[in-house]
């Protein structure tokens, strides 16, 4: 699915996408940690051909796995929210509301990472 998505066949990454998805949930469970990256790669093919709210739905359901997981400030939960700010941000949303999202990002990734850190 990730070279199709690089290459720009986005149907074919959102058809794998889904059908692994539907495996991992199988196997782990719905709301499984397992699941979340899967997820997050599924609601990227739909953000890169323009379909926000099915982007933003995925994200959304990553970020609650993630956050049920991990907690709340975790690294994998803020890269998450850094790409439910980039479809916010494209649907239009004011800067403020995504600001926001993208603060909360980076002030997760540094925590883990340190200020310094290049992320």
Same mark, same amino acid.
């Given at each position: ?7 720009? !066949? $986005?149907? =074919? /990454? @959102?058809? #794998? &996408?889904?059908?692994?998805?539907? *495996?991992?949930? %199988? +196997? ?22 323009? !379909? $926000?709210? =099915? /982007? @933003?739905? #995925? &994200?959304?359901?990553?970020?609650? *796995?993630?956050? %049920? +997981? ?50």
């Amino acid at each position: 699915a990730n070279v199709h998505q690089r290459q720009g !066949d $986005y149907d =074919q /990454a @959102k058809r #794998l &996408y889904q059908r692994a998805l539907r *495996i991992m949930q %199988k +196997h782990y469970g719905e709301d499984h940690v397992a699941v979340s990256p899967t997820m997050n790669n599924f609601a990227n093919a739909f953000l890169y051909q323009g !379909d $926000y709210e =099915q /982007a @933003k739905g #995925l &994200y959304q359901q990553a970020i609650a *796995i993630k956050q %049920k +997981h991990y907690g709340e400030d975790h690294v994998e939960v803020a890269s998450t929210f850094n790409n439910l700010a980039n479809v916010l941000q494209h649907q239009g949303y004011n800067v403020d509301g995504t600001k926001v999202l993208y603060q909360r990002a980076v002030r997760s990734k540094q925590k883990h990472y340190g200020e310094d850190h290049v992320h």
